[in-house]
């Protein structure tokens, strides 16, 4: 069975400083991973998805197969980016059902 | 079009009631999936459909659990005599088989509290 693994709940870094949120899953295929964020008092929303091997917000995600590792980075952080980060897996390509890891709170302190 | 909509935003049960939350995707999307949300955990699915069709159902969802989604358009989630660990957020998502990128649109929740 597939799972995805945030080992970090909270993370707390000062603006300007280097972000690194780890996700790691476990899943026998090849997977999909996503990155999901939720603001305060907003909806969960699509940060990046591996495939499309984007940057958005500054964000970067790579997939490493052989660490079964999708770490979500950020070279300077802003206090815009404090939210509630999820990292999530769909198995195979499947395009039905995701699944989420716990989730990371990041504060970026001013 | 707004996104996603779910209704009641927010709804308070004692035990044994029944509840019926319901779900208004995105108008052009054809998959729609239910979503259970407990403190501190991730979103974990319970089900979903492509149009009408009830396509799977996790194990989570137990038999006092049921899901519909009659004319492919809104969709509703039933929980019958609801016990206290029933309570948490319902979120609903939606998608299009359509678009070249897969991704889930993600509605507010519904958050559930029995009582």
């Known amino acids: 069975a597939q799972r995805v693994t945030q080992p970090e709940k909270l993370l707390s870094v000062f603006k300007g400083a280097p972000v690194e949120l780890k996700c790691n899953y476990s899943y026998s295929g090849s997977p999909e991973l996503f990155w999901y964020v939720q603001y305060s008092r907003q909806r969960l929303q699509l940060l990046l998805r591996h495939i499309s091997r984007e940057s958005i917000k500054g964000f970067t995600a790579d997939l490493n197969k052989g660490e079964t590792s999708f770490h979500l980075k950020k070279p300077f952080a802003q206090e815009e980016d404090s939210a509630m980060y999820y990292c999530?897996?769909?198995?195979?390509?499947?395009?039905?059902?995701?699944?989420f890891g716990k989730g990371t709170l990041l504060t970026v302190n001013p | 079009d707004t996104g996603v909509s779910q209704n009641p935003r927010h709804k308070i049960t004692k035990r044994g009631q029944n509840v019926t939350f319901r779900c208004d995707p995105i108008s052009e999307h054809n998959r729609l999936y239910w979503y259970r949300q407990t403190l501190g955990q991730g979103p974990e699915f319970l089900t979903y459909f492509q149009n009408e069709a009830q396509l799977e159902k996790s194990r989570l969802l137990s038999d006092r659990f049921s899901a519909e989604r009659p004319k492919g358009s809104f969709s509703t989630l039933e929980i019958q005599r609801t016990e206290q660990g029933d309570s948490a957020m319902y979120l609903c998502?939606?998608?299009?088989?359509?678009?070249?990128?897969?991704?889930?649109?993600f509605g507010p929740g519904t958050r559930l509290t029995v009582t």
């Open positions: 999530a897996l769909d198995s195979g390509g499947s395009n039905y059902k995701l699944t």
């Open positions: 998502a939606s998608s299009s088989t359509a678009a070249w990128v897969f991704e889930q649109y």
